[in-house]
C-alpha cells in the first residue's frame, strides 16, 4: 500500500477486538515513533504503554474513550528537554514533537493492520497525578491501540469529510 492510499483508509477505530498485539508487531510500531523528528532532535516524548488491567481500568476512570482497548499509549513530554525557542519567550515545541511521533505510530501501526484513536478526551493534570507521573512531564494524547473489532467502521462525517483543498492551503 502506498502512503496515499494509507493515509486515506485509516480510521479512528473506536471498537477493538479482544486480540493482543503480537510483540513483533508493536516493536516495530514504537520504532517508527522513535525515529520520528523531533525539535532539534531532542526528543522530549515519553511514550507509556498501557496493558496491565490495573492501569486500563484507571484509564476507563479517567476517559470514555478508551474503546475497549486492551493497550493504550500514553504520550507525554518531558519540559526539562523540549525545544524551546529563544526568539519568542514561551514557545516550545514538546506538544508538536508527540504529535509528530503519535502521527508515526498511527500510521505505522495501521500499516501492520492495528487500529488507533487518537483521544485528547480526558483531564490532562488528573491523569498526570493519578497515574503518578514526573513533575516535569505533560500528558498529551491517549492512543487505545489495538485490532479492530469485526463490525469496526470508521464514522462517516469524521473519516471522509473534508473541507475543500482550496479552503485549507493557502499560497502567498
Excluded at 524551546?84 to 514538546?94: D, R, S, Y
Excluded at 500510521?107 to 491523569?127: P, R
Excluded at 493519578?130 to 500528558?139: A, F, I
Aim: proline share 5%.
Amino acid at each position: 500500500m502506498d502512503f496515499s492510499e494509507l493515509a486515506r483508509s485509516r480510521y479512528s477505530v473506536r471498537k477493538f477486538a479482544d486480540k493482543p498485539i503480537e510483540k513483533e508487531k508493536l516493536d516495530i510500531i514504537l520504532e517508527a515513533g522513535n525515529v520520528a523528528p523531533t525539535g532539534c532532535n531532542y526528543q522530549p516524548q515519553r511514550i507509556y504503554v498501557v496493558q496491565s488491567e490495573e492501569k486500563i481500568a484507571k484509564l476507563n476512570e479517567l476517559s470514555k474513550c478508551i474503546f475497549g482497548a486492551k493497550t493504550v499509549l500514553l504520550f507525554t513530554y518531558n519540559t526539562d528537554e523540549d525545544w524551546k525557542n529563544p526568539l519568542e519567550n514561551g514557545v516550545h515545541c514538546g506538544v508538536q514533537d508527540v504529535s509528530i511521533v503519535a502521527t508515526h505510530i498511527m500510521l505505522s501501526a495501521w500499516e501492520q493492520g492495528i487500529g488507533t484513536c487518537w483521544v485528547n478526551y480526558f483531564a490532562n493534570t488528573k491523569l498526570e497525578r493519578e497515574l503518578g507521573l514526573p513533575e516535569n512531564e505533560r500528558s498529551v494524547l491517549l492512543m487505545p491501540i489495538g485490532y479492530p473489532a469485526e463490525d469496526s467502521q470508521p464514522l462517516e462525517k469524521l473519516h471522509s469529510v473534508c473541507k475543500d483543498i482550496g479552503e485549507t492551503v493557502r499560497f502567498i
